[in-house]
């Protein structure tokens, strides 16, 4: 058991069975240093592993599902998945992690809502012996055994430089789509984007929140459109590309 933070960079294999080594960030000291992470070939026991997530309605928590699923299958430990069908259904993910205690001893990997409701289910499950690792949605102020993340700011940076590489010259104007506003990881998503394209000449117009599902998404692009028709570029959270591919206008994200 690693206390502490883990960011991942990136995996380089193609293969579920031998994903590793992946780069990632170890913070457990409070200061970052790279290294090559490599998994246990087995548990050492067939630990219980309870896994929430907010939904699995978009390709990243569709894909983060497949991982943890697959990795349960090679360590040889039992997994129950529960989803809350929504990032803004938090009495459903609420109720899950109540199942979750319920269900009896077992790790529990939450990917939370930064809501403070959730930091007492934390405190709760720590008092029954119960590992709390944050995987995935930020929780930077709630006590948990430790943290597996994302840097979302340096996404976001990434792909505005993408941008401002491939679009020089005259001013060109931007929408973004960072996500659901509140869940954290959309505004340091935001965050990381805002500042790789501030003082440049691609100028964002409009920046609109909300759900990763595809029906959400489609509706915040086809009202940027209406209200900014000279936008070029449409950029945001893995669930908006479903919406810019039905409304036929070329993005980044």
């Known amino acids: 058991m690693i206390a502490g933070t883990l960011v991942c960079l990136s995996c380089s294999a193609s293969f579920a069975a031998d994903w590793w080594p992946a780069k990632v960030y170890n913070e457990v000291d409070g200061a970052q240093a790279a290294f090559d992470y490599i998994p246990l070939t087995k548990a050492e026991k067939k630990w219980h592993l309870c896994v929430l997530f907010p939904h699995v309605k978009d390709s990243m928590w569709v894909a983060a599902a497949y991982g943890v699923v697959e990795e349960a299958k090679r360590l040889g430990v039992k997994l129950t998945l529960l989803q809350a069908g929504g990032t803004r259904i938090f009495q459903g993910k609420y109720r899950s992690s109540m199942t979750a205690l319920l269900l009896g001893p077992m790790r529990s990997s939450p990917a939370p809502s930064p809501k403070p409701a959730w930091r007492k289910k934390f405190e ?25 993340s994302v840097d979302y700011p340096t996404l976001g940076r990434l792909a505005g430089e993408y941008i401002l590489s491939n679009h020089t010259g005259s001013e060109i104007e931007v929408a973004a789509f960072p996500g659901p506003q509140g869940s954290g990881w959309a505004e340091g998503f935001n965050q990381g984007f805002e500042e790789a394209l501030s003082g440049s000449s691609a100028k964002i117009v409009d920046t609109k929140w909300g759900d990763t599902g595809v029906a959400v998404q489609l509706r915040l ?28 206008r070329c993005g980044a994200g």
């Open 221 to 248: 692009v086809e009202d940027s459109l209406q209200t900014y028709p000279d936008v070029s570029v449409l950029w945001g959270a893995p669930g908006y590309r479903g919406g810019r591919r039905r409304r036929g």
């Open 124 to 148: 709760e499950g720590l008092s029954k012996n119960i590992p709390q690792i944050m995987l995935i949605n930020p929780v930077a102020d709630a006590k948990v055994t430790a943290k597996v």
